[in-house]
């Protein structure tokens, strides 16, 4: 199926409505917070690493230049789990999680005006999508609005290949993080 340039933000806009009520509509909005809603976060970002895991393992590619400096910094080291905080941890996490379903939105675009099959992608994005909002009860307060990138141009195969290698990979380590510091908190929580 080939879109022209007119038709791409009428189909963003669409997508995003089908998104917010599949996540409106997904889970409950009685989760718990605290300890439990800590652990069912956990378990979510757990589920996150399995799906990335397997979309992760295929790829034989991992000497490449990496060029998207839009995604998340994870530049984490083990003595930061000591200091963890709650509201800052998950502010982070949300923030990150909704810079990662940006990515996999302008990456699921590409591969589908190149014919591409987005299935998988599409399936990530909701999952952080109802991650993040889970997040975003756990917060309790709608954080400051993010800035988005604009991205480079994906013109070939290749290069749509390699931001999603990138993608997956940044994700996976994000992902791994996460689990860990979730870890940490739930088991500081009273």
Not at 80 to 98: P, W
Not at 129 to 144: A, F, Y
Not at 158 to 163: D, E, F, M, T
Request: with cysteine; hydrophobic share 35%.
């Amino acid at each position: 199926m080939k879109l022209s340039p007119d038709s791409t933000f009428p189909l963003i806009v669409l997508m995003t409505c089908v998104e917010l009520i599949t996540l409106i509509t997904a889970r409950p909005t009685n989760i718990p917070q605290g300890k439990k809603g800590l652990q069912m976060l956990y378990q979510d970002m757990r589920t996150l690493l399995k799906l990335v895991s397997q979309e992760r393992h295929g790829n034989e590619m991992k000497d490449f230049e990496q060029s998207l400096t839009s995604l998340p910094s994870l530049n984490y080291k083990t003595e930061d789990l000591k200091s963890l905080e709650v509201s800052s941890t998950l502010g982070q996490l949300y923030s990150g999680l909704k810079s990662f379903k940006f990515h996999l939105d302008w990456i699921q675009q590409k591969q589908e005006e190149m014919g591409s099959d987005f299935v998988k992608t599409k399936k990530l994005a909701h999952r952080i999508q109802v991650i993040s909002h889970m997040v975003l009860i756990q917060i309790g307060t709608t954080p400051s609005e993010l800035v988005y990138p604009s991205l480079s141009p994906l013109n070939t195969a290749w290069n749509l290949y390699q931001a999603n290698v990138e993608i997956l990979d940044k994700l996976y380590y994000f992902c791994n993080w996460y689990i860990r510091a979730l870890g940490v908190l739930k088991h500081s929580q009273q």
